[in-house]
């Protein structure tokens, strides 16, 4: 089974960068992809970004478009969340989680809880000043 583990959480101010590592047991062969959600206080989890393992094929929510970067290194079967120009409604809890299907599939479904077979436990990213 592919175990997930996130890192790098903290404190961070306003308008500032950060970057999230989601490290993962080993990149499964096939079609898969890791996808970032968060969940803040009251609300439900969402989806964030996802990549494709095969293909690298990216996928943003709206609400991050342009400020956030997602990438992986095959080498450190390791998935990066680069985060630019925080706001404090980007404070939660963020996951990754292992997306299971083809890129056609994922550029649809990424952002669907219930298409990912895998959780890491989280990481808390609090944007304050």
């Known amino acids: 089974q592919v175990q997930l583990v996130e890192s790098g959480g903290g404190l961070v101010q306003p308008g500032s960068s950060h970057t999230l590592s989601c490290a993962v047991s080993s990149f499964p062969d096939g079609y898969y992809a890791i996808g970032w959600f968060r969940q803040a206080p009251g609300k439900e989890r969402e989806g964030v970004s996802c990549i494709t393992l095969q293909d690298g094929a990216a996928f943003y929510a709206d609400s991050v478009k342009g400020r956030f970067t997602i990438s992986k290194v095959n080498a450190k079967d390791t998935v990066y969340l680069q985060m630019n120009s925080l706001k404090s409604e980007d404070t939660a809890v963020y996951y990754c989680?292992?997306?299971?299907?083809?890129?056609?599939?994922?550029?649809?479904?990424?952002?669907?809880?219930?298409?990912?077979?895998?959780w890491g436990q989280g990481t808390q990213v609090t944007v304050s000043s």
């Open positions: 989680g292992l997306f299971v299907g083809s890129t056609d599939r994922a550029k649809v479904l990424w952002s669907k809880e219930i298409e990912y077979a895998s």
